[in-house]
């Protein structure tokens, strides 16, 4: 008997979820490219998980709470900004923001070089509304506050007025 580590060999799973460097479904909002990593359909719904790559001098939504999911956001590279309530927060390469239920919140790239982060979404509720802002700009509909704010209620999600 040998006392080498036994190996298996991988087999194929069909439950398995395997995104590559090239793959994944990707939505354009702005001067932000999102891909979506993850959109719920391999998770029961319970985690999405996008990439977004932030171009320089790229603000952030308006301020706004969510009811029925948290956010955190992992950045990659560069330095974005998250405003939470009246504090800003400048996250570097290597930071992880949580952001729980209710808490006021937005983000921007306000350097001169692009950012790239990754946002988690439990459950994935906010894919969607990230399908639906490209649409809308899509649809040659412009995107005002009044239609994004509308966007955002479908999702739970509101302005967070108090830090308007």
């Known amino acids: ?37 993850e959109d719920g359909s391999n998770t029961g719904h319970r ?25 955190g956001f992992y950045v ?13 927060h400048d996250a570097t390469a290597g930071t992880l923001v949580m952001v729980p239920l209710g808490a006021p919140h937005t983000f921007a790239n306000v350097t001169d070089q692009p950012a790239v982060m990754l946002s988690i979404l439990t459950p994935d509720l906010y894919v969607q509304y990230f399908r639906d802002l ?9 995107l005002t506050p009044q239609a994004n704010i509308r966007t955002m209620s479908r999702y739970a999600t509101e302005p967070a007025t108090d830090f308007a």
């Not at 069909?14 to 001067?31: H, M, W, Y």
């Not at 171009?55 to 948290?70: E, F, K, W």
């Not at 990659?76 to 800003?88: K, Q």
């Open 47 to 71: 985690l999405g998980l996008t990439e977004s790559v932030l171009a320089p001098d790229t603000p952030g939504p308006p301020q706004h709470r969510h009811a029925r999911h948290d956010e």
């Open 1 to 37: 008997m040998s006392d080498e580590p036994k190996t298996s060999r991988p087999t194929a799973d069909p439950t398995l979820s395997v995104v590559g460097p090239g793959d994944g479904e990707n939505i354009l909002l702005g001067t932000t490219r999102m891909r979506v990593l």
């Open 134 to 142: 490209q649409d809308m700009m899509a649809g040659d509909k412009a």
């Open 76 to 88: 990659i590279s560069g330095t974005v900004r998250f405003t939470v309530g009246d504090r800003d």
